[in-house]
């Protein structure tokens, strides 16, 4: 891991007190962009050496690289601990070979929402943001000014947003042969832009399956998935995804946010500042992922 927030990643994830999610044998046939992920299981003790040990209570796992038949799995966290009124807003910067061609022809403007950062920053949020390599190849002055700011910490989104599974909306797939290859690919490039970098990972779309958590356990990463989607993909104006984050959010919450705008995510910028007010008022801290699971 890379700086200080890379090592004490490493620490929480041993202690962290969250959802360790199965492998899934085959992915959802027909995902949703407001499905949450299945229910949870946890996988059984570990053998081998510096493996990270499973608490025994069953209603606090801790998240570890875990082990389906003797093979190593990608730990994935779904959400934080429910006994303290925390949330993680966390904030995709998606970028596809499609999407760079229609910034590249003009017919977006960007793919950098500016005034969600913008926003965040007045009202002091912190927040976890997770970049593909893409997108941080064409802004990498905006991923180190993001870097440095204290109020954020960055992950990685895999190379260009191709799904883990088959089926995975229209994302494409990438092959499994190249699925460590491509989640590496991202990390060197976060790790050229930021002294700070994290290993938290998020899956495009939400998709896997236990080929993507075998292929990935060698990358040093722990996925970050959500509880709480937050639909602000192709909205058609605020009020629904203000609306959805409210009323599904509890103790420990990670919510799924974007912040690439542009015509993917029109009105992230607009909707967060009622959702921020109004998650304040209802007595929420709100904290970034390594401070969601360092309680």
């Known amino acids: 891991m890379t700086g200080h927030r890379g090592i004490r990643i490493a620490a929480l994830v041993a202690?962290?007190?969250?959802?360790?999610?199965?492998?899934?044998?085959?992915?959802?046939?027909?995902?949703?962009?407001?499905?949450?992920?299945?229910?949870?299981?946890?996988?059984?003790?570990?053998?081998?050496?510096?493996?990270?040990?499973?608490?025994?209570?069953?209603?606090?796992?801790?998240?570890?690289?875990?082990?389906?038949?003797?093979v190593s799995l990608l730990p994935v966290v779904q959400h934080g601990p429910r006994d303290k009124r925390r949330i993680a807003l966390t904030f995709d910067a998606d970028l596809t070979a499609l999407m760079r061609t229609r910034?590249?022809?003009?017919?977006?403007?960007?793919?950098?929402?500016?005034?969600?950062?913008?926003?965040?920053?007045?009202?002091?949020?912190?927040?976890?943001?997770?970049?593909?390599?893409?997108?941080m190849e064409q802004y990498p002055d905006r991923t180190r000014e993001l870097a440095a700011d204290p109020l954020f910490e960055l992950g990685t989104h895999t190379y260009d947003h191709r799904g883990f599974t088959k089926h995975c909306y229209t994302l494409g797939t990438v092959p499994a042969a190249e699925m460590l290859t491509d989640v590496r690919r991202a990390i060197e490039i976060l790790d050229k832009l930021d002294a700070h970098a994290t290993r938290w990972f998020r899956f495009p779309g939400g998709c896997y399956d236990g080929t993507a958590l075998h292929e990935l356990a060698p990358a040093g990463v722990t996925a970050v998935g959500l509880d709480v989607p937050g639909a602000d993909g192709f909205a058609?104006?605020?009020?629904?995804?203000?609306?959805?984050?409210?009323?599904?959010?509890?103790?420990?919450?990670?919510?799924?946010?974007h912040m690439h705008g542009g015509d993917n995510a029109p009105f992230t910028d607009e909707a967060i500042p009622e959702i921020v007010r109004t998650l304040r008022a209802r007595g929420y801290t709100l904290v970034t992922v390594t401070q969601l699971m360092a309680g």
């Open 15 to 70: 202690t962290a007190c969250v959802v360790l999610t199965g492998c899934r044998d085959s992915p959802t046939a027909t995902p949703t962009p407001d499905r949450t992920f299945p229910a949870s299981t946890t996988p059984t003790q570990p053998s081998k050496p510096g493996a990270r040990p499973t608490s025994t209570a069953p209603s606090t796992p801790s998240v570890r690289p875990g082990e389906s038949h003797g």
């Open 103 to 135: 910034l590249q022809r003009g017919k977006v403007h960007s793919y950098y929402n500016e005034a969600l950062i913008n926003e965040l920053r007045a009202m002091k949020v912190p927040a976890t943001l997770f970049l593909t390599g893409m997108w």
């Open 236 to 257: 058609k104006s605020p009020k629904p995804v203000i609306k959805q984050v409210l009323s599904h959010v509890q103790n420990g919450s990670i919510v799924v946010l």
